[in-house]
């Protein structure tokens, strides 16, 4: 199985900041690679697919970036609406497996 | 508007069964994959199951594998989960999903079903 592993685990960042979160492989997947957003007790939601397509509807100011294991979610200028935790998910083979997710607070 | 509404969810005690099911509108259910994806109480987030548009092909998290069945029914645009040999870890918020622009990412979600497994 592909093991998936983001950095960091949470973070406190302050609104208008610039903020990357990785996500590492343990195998090449390409860019089969997803990023998801996850509000609490509410159904996680697509940003990021293939690595750095922006899903449609969500904000320009989220980015991917990455290819083969090496990974990154950037969000441009933090909004209060993205205080989420965040994770990434290879589609590359399955299972499909999930990052262990990133927490993203409010500093 | 693309809705999926899971159901089936409750209390079962531990080696007990219960069946999942996705209902789903919107969107030409017969035409895309379909996942199972699970996130324990606090936890994140866990794939369990896909299976493929005409139900003929299926695949499983070796956690589930051999206890859980994913099936389909598209006359009925329904996704289901069978879930036997209930362990007190299978406890999770259980969604369905489905990759329905075939990008390989899970664009459409239901809102959870909840399994506990306990005695």
Known sequence: ?107 | EVQLVESGGGLVQPGGSLRLSCAVSGFTFSGYWMHWVRQAPGKGLVWVSRINSDGSSTNYADSVKGRFTISRDNAKNTLYLQMNSLRVEDTAVYYCAGDISNNYGLDVWGQGTTVTVSS
């Open chain 1, 1 to 107: 199985d592909i093991q998936m592993t983001q950095s960091p685990s949470s973070l406190s960042a302050s609104v208008g900041d610039r903020v990357t979160i990785t996500c590492r492989a343990s195998h090449s997947i390409s860019s089969y690679l997803n990023w998801f957003q996850q509000k609490p007790g509410k159904a996680p939601k697509l940003l990021i697919y293939s690595a750095s397509s922006l899903q449609s509807g969500v904000p320009s100011r989220f980015s991917g970036s990455g290819s083969g294991a090496d990974f990154t979610l950037t969000i441009s200028s933090l909004q209060p609406e993205d205080f989420a935790t965040y994770y990434c998910q290879q589609s590359y083979s399955t299972p499909y497996t999930f990052g262990q997710g990133t927490k993203l607070e409010i500093k």
